[in-house]
């Protein structure tokens, strides 16, 4: 799933800073399920921001709403009065979600009150560990399914490097302590799967414009658009 933080309160209040009628805009799909921007986060966040008014001695009108999907335009029809009725939605989708919000609603001023940090996998609950980076052109068919490309602090397509230690990876920071070495687990994987020999393959270097570095992409399905 797509996951995202809330950004910290001082950075919403700038973004809404001199609007007096805000919508708080949840979405109820990847934002809600990584209890980020679902209604309920919402309905926190306006309440949050009519306090704060109030402290301030500001008349500000915040209300709430959410989208079932905001990255579908079908599903924005459904909030589209409350839209309309405000100065400045202030969504918590992800940024496919907020753009689609600030393109459907044009020149409606819509800004992000999440920061979209990852493709991540559940691993536990309240804990996502990133798992994809949309590279636009998988390998994970031949490195046991373990992503080199995220998972690997270097992003190598042939690895392990000489920084892999007892399995832990040599790339470490306060917050990203003891790193599996994921070249370490796709070798003790391989093994497992009585396919070793795929180490000794040389990947060429990645093709990375078929990632966003490549510029924005674009997907169609011809054989799925209606004749
Ligand atoms: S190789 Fe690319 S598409 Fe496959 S999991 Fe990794 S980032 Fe995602
Ligand atoms: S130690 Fe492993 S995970 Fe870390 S950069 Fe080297 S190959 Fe990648």
Redesign the pocket.
Known sequence: MITAERKPFDEILELVDGHNKILVAGCDTCVAICLTGGEKEAEILASELRMKAQADGREVEVEHTAAIRQCEWEYLDMIAAKVDEADVVLSMACGIGIQSMAEKFAPKLVVPAVNTNM?GMPQEHAVWLE??????????GE?AGI?????CSKSLMNGPCGGSHDGKCEVTTPEKEDIDCAWHLIWERLKAQGREELMHKIRPPKDWSK?SSGGPRKMVKEEAKPV
């Open positions: 493709l798992r994809c980076g949309a590279c636009g052109e998988c390998v994970i490195t992503c080199p490309v995220v998972r990632s």
